[in-house]
């Protein structure tokens, strides 16, 4: 007899203690047989094996006999879903393809499935404790103005008791503190110190508590047990109420910050060679929700800094300060360019299926341990649920991840201590819901941005080869990252898609997927196949609309609209030529990409745009006319500039976010404001309008410096630096990463742009100046101060204002400070108008404030930069007499909006 196979092979999920080696299909109508074996390949008999048909939800059921084998016939050629499940296993799921129309010998493939997830027996004494009732029953310590130092960070428990969890391996790691206690911290920086003050209105933080819960591996019980100040004893008063304080804590991390604490102590634990973490969660009395930590290997959520306080309270929650070590400052190795990640991905072959919202797949991912350790602990999104880990070998791996709905953190589980710089593979198979929304119409769009595929937690810049293929239903499109392979190939009802990032490695890869129209351009110029593909049907939330505006009409009502015609596939002419005009620009500027391809693609979220390497994410609304948007959003709206320059901004960060990414957090404004800046570029010389030009940079500047409820009435500008990225956003400050980081970083490098941009010859220093930066950090992630150090190296003598060929003056002002000067320009040109004289006024800054500032003249034929002048501090500087060779009609400082400023004044 002769059979069609059954494509397990193209990808099989379990997530239980089961096996189904031989899956067969009868090429007479289709059949489903098999055998079901545990690890060890011992028989499962009675275990009940269903196959659902997706399509229609009809289900067909066996048992496995005394062989353990089972059958299942009469079944249509399209993919069915298999769940195969048994008393004391979890269940076993797959997808496959059933075939009839191949006819080929049986295939016979064994699949071995993992062990189920959180049974490390370490991890499960860690995760249990506090359940018992004599947890935290004893040891204890009775204490008096005993101090805990942890770096700037001192915790004075004046009078009470400390409760010690039980030790686990030999090593206690929690303890709580009941009584009274004082926690004092200043930061050691400037920039943290003014942060702080945003949150307290002080630069110190004095906090009293009554209740201290920490865990830790580092040597706090061994310090708290050799104190003269402690008195240690073997059962305390109050452990029942240290129990109950350890609980809540417990349930704080599981349900509200959902951070598997016990998954980081339990790496520590398995790698005693490590110094150890210590994290503090204070009832202060004041501020009753604050949290300390300290990690020597860096704190994933401020990377790369080792120390941190924040608050999760609803009035007052984001990072109060951050901040490395003090031996680091003290030895001058303190740097946003700090490595912490533990492993090094080099390598994703990725292999899925998608069906709807579902994500089905196997990422085999080959590594590099930075560190010593056994744990891995990884990003993956919280929905997508991990069945099976296997090493390069085929052997099962154990692995940590709780609940979808609590502390989902993923680990993985090696048998051994993992060799530093050594080559590893490890295969995770993963599957969920979630991570694709449907929008309806054939409208999909990609949740997470990095983690719809386990990779290095705490870091963006991992780069790595990518190798994605993809089963998806006939119908639609997939787009993915890098190039295709070949042309995506039809395998019954399922359509497979094969993509690579060939030899260059990506910091992050990600796809769109929905029912698309597609149009594309070759531009013969730069070598770039442009596509663009929009949705044949708008999501449901237009279709909403439609509909109420019909029923309006219906009643006999007037809306004055035309939303019934709205497509977003009309704009594929203007969306290709937008995407052409910016990458001629770009890389006239920046240079080449080692992208050949870059896809428009649209997206059902209506107000954010979205970049991946050679893919980029439009929101749906830049897809349809100026008149359609302003009738859904308003004139002021549907106007706004985001529309007009969101695809030049998101195709900068081809250049800026991927081809050159970012080291930290400290480090992002560069992507985000060079993309910003890029897009001036767009307006400059495709607009082919001076004073769109100029009203782009008055904008930039206006989110800078006005005050306004997205950053509660605070000027954006006196929060803090670019520097401070993400963090210039908590609950005291509203969206003010959007109001500094993109707009002030654009206007850092405008500033930087004019001082190089010379008559003669206008950018071509600039241009040499950008193309080194790319070509020297060519797919790397870079430090502000490598920026700093290239434009260094092309700076002019005039921009050297303090004699040692450094820019420290401008980016201590501009990058890492807060400044903002005014000026005004006060000039008579004579009756001839062959001379002028002036004076230029600074004001409103620091003595040691510098800056250079332009002045033009019209001669008749427009302005034309003569010069700048050297300011310092609030000084004025007399100008002139100056002979002009040619008589001029005016005079004007910063005609390009050369200098941010809250005010420019020019008067005759």
């Known amino acids: 007899m002769r059979y069609t196979k059954l494509r397990a092979g193209l990808l099989v999920t379990f997530l239980g203690l089961l096996t ?338 579902q994500i089905t797949a196997t990422d085999r991912l080959t590594f590099r341990p930075l560190v010593p350790g056994r744990v891995l602990s990884m990003n993956l999104y919280r929905t997508l649920r991990v069945t099976r880990v296997q090493d390069s070998e085929g052997k099962d791996l154990g692995f940590i991840q709780e609940s979808k709905d609590e502390d989902a953190d993923f680990g993985i589980l090696m048998p051994a201590p993992l060799e530093v710089g050594k080559d590893y593979t490890i295969t995770v198979q993963y599957s969920g819901g979630d991570a694709l929304r449907d929008s309806g119409g054939g409208n999909f769009i990609l949740i997470p941005r990095s983690s719809w595929y386990p990779n290095n937690g705490g870091t963006f810049g991992d780069r790595a080869i990518f190798d994605i293929t993809f089963h998806y239903p006939k119908g639609l499109t997939f787009v993915g990252t890098g190039a295709p392979v070949e042309p995506d190939k039809q395998d019954g009802n399922v359509m497979v898609a094969k993509w690579s990032s060939g030899k260059t490695e990506l910091a992050v890869a990600g796809f769109n997927y929905g029912r698309f129209k597609k149009k594309e351009l070759l531009d013969k110029d730069t070598g770039y196949n442009i596509e663009f593909y929009a949705n044949q049907d708008v999501p449901d939330e237009i279709k909403a609309i439609q509909q109420q505006i019909e029923q309006i009409e219906r009643q006999g009502g007037r809306t004055a609209t035309t939303l019934g015609s709205i497509s977003t596939t009309g704009m594929a002419d203007q969306a290709l030529a937008d995407a052409e005009n910016s990458t001629r620009i770009y890389d006239a500027y920046f240079g080449k990409l080692p992208y050949t391809r870059l ?66 957090y400290h480090d992002q404004w560069m992507s985000e404001g060079f993309a910003e800046f890029s897009a001036s570029l767009y307006v400059q010389f495709v607009r082919h309008d001076v004073k769109k030009f100029l009203d782009f940079w008055d904008d930039q500047r206006d989110r800078i ?27 005291k400050t509203r969206a003010a990463y959007q109001f500094l980081v993109y707009p ?36 790397r992630d870079v430090s502000t101060e490598d920026f700093k150090r290239t434009v260094e190296k092309h700076m002019s003598k005039d921009m050297d204002l303090d004699g040692n060929q450094r820019l420290d003056w401008f980016f201590n002002e501009w990058v890492y400070g807060t400044e903002m000067p005014s000026y005004r320009f006060e000039y008579q040109l004579g009756p001839d108008g062959a001379t002028l004289t002036g004076r230029i006024t600074q004001s409103g800054v620091s003595p040691q404030f510098k800056m250079l500032v332009p002045i033009y003249l019209d001669f008749g034929k427009g302005l034309v930069r003569i010069g700048a002048a050297h300011m310092t501090g609030n000084s004025t500087l007399d100008l002139g007499p100056v002979k002009l060779a040619e008589p001029a009609k005016r005079a004007t400082i910063c005609a390009m909006n050369d200098v941010l400023a809250l005010s420019i004044q020019n008067a005759k």
């Open 20 to 357: 189904m080696p031989p899956v067969i299909v009868q090429s007479a109508g289709g059949r489903i047989e098999g055998k079901v074996v545990d690890p060890k390949g011992a028989i499962v008999v009675g275990a009940t094996v269903t196959v659902t048909d997706p399509e229609t939800n009809k289900t067909f059921t066996a048992t496995t006999d005394q062989q353990g084998r089972y059958k299942i016939e009469g079944l249509p050629a399209k993919t069915y879903t298999l769940v195969v499940s048994a008393a004391g296993f979890s269940e076993a799921r797959a997808i496959a393809t059933v075939d009839v129309k191949l006819d080929i010998a049986s295939v016979e493939a064994a699949v071995t499935v993992g062990v189920k997830p959180n049974v490390d027996p370490v991890y499960q004494q860690l995760r249990q404790m506090g359940r018992a009732d004599a947890d935290f029953g004893g040891p204890f310590a009775t204490v008096n103005n005993l101090v805990l130092q942890r770096d700037a960070a001192v915790f004075t428990l004046r009078s009470g008791e400390v409760y010690f969890a039980p030790p686990i391996e030999g090593r206690v790691t929690t303890a709580v503190f009941i009584g009274e206690g004082e926690m004092t911290l200043t930061p050691p920086t400037s920039i943290e110190k003014h942060t702080l003050s945003i949150f307290i209105d002080n630069e110190s933080l004095t906090e009293q508590f009554s209740r201290l819960v920490v865990r830790f591996t580092d040597k706090t019980f061994e310090e708290i047990k050799a104190s003269p100040n402690a008195t240690m004893g073997s059962s305390g008063p109050q452990a029942a109420k240290a129990r109950d304080a350890y609980r809540d804590n417990q349930q704080l991390l599981r349900k509200e910050l959902r951070d598997n604490g016990e998954l980081r102590t339990l790496a520590d634990i398995y790698a005693p060679q490590r110094p150890g973490y210590f994290t503090a969660f204070v009832a202060g009395k004041k501020h009753g929700k604050l949290v300390f930590l300290l990690d020597p290997l860096g704190l994933p959520q401020v990377s790369p800094e080792e120390v941190a306080l924040f608050s999760y309270g609803e009035s007052d929650g984001g990072v109060w300060t951050a901040f490395h070590l003090a031996d680091e400052y003290a030895k001058g190795t303190a740097a946003s360019s700090e490595d912490h990640r533990l492993f090094d991905i080099t390598r994703h072959e990725i292999e899925g299926v998608i069906k709807g919202t």
């Open 599 to 664: 896809a428009m693609t649209q997206q059902p979220a209506g107000f954010f745009g979205q970049a991946w390497p050679t893919l980029v994410f439009m929101p749906y609304i830049a897809f349809i006319d100026s008149t359609q948007r302003a009738q859904l959003l308003g004139t002021r709206g549907g106007t706004d500039n985001f529309w007009r320059y969101v695809a030049p901004h998101e195709i900068a960060h081809q250049w800026w976010g991927h081809v050159i990414g970012w080291d930290s």
């Open 705 to 731: 410096t006005q005050a306004g409820p997205a950053t509660r009435d605070i000027k954006p500008y006196t929060i803090g630096p670019v520097t401070q990225g993400y963090r210039l956003s908590n609950a």
């Open 744 to 779: 002030k970083g654009a206007y850092i490098l405008h500033m930087i742009r004019m001082m190089f941009y010379t008559a003669r010859d206008g950018d071509k220093r600039f241009q040499l100046l950008m193309k080194d930066f790319v070509q020297t950090y060519f797919n």
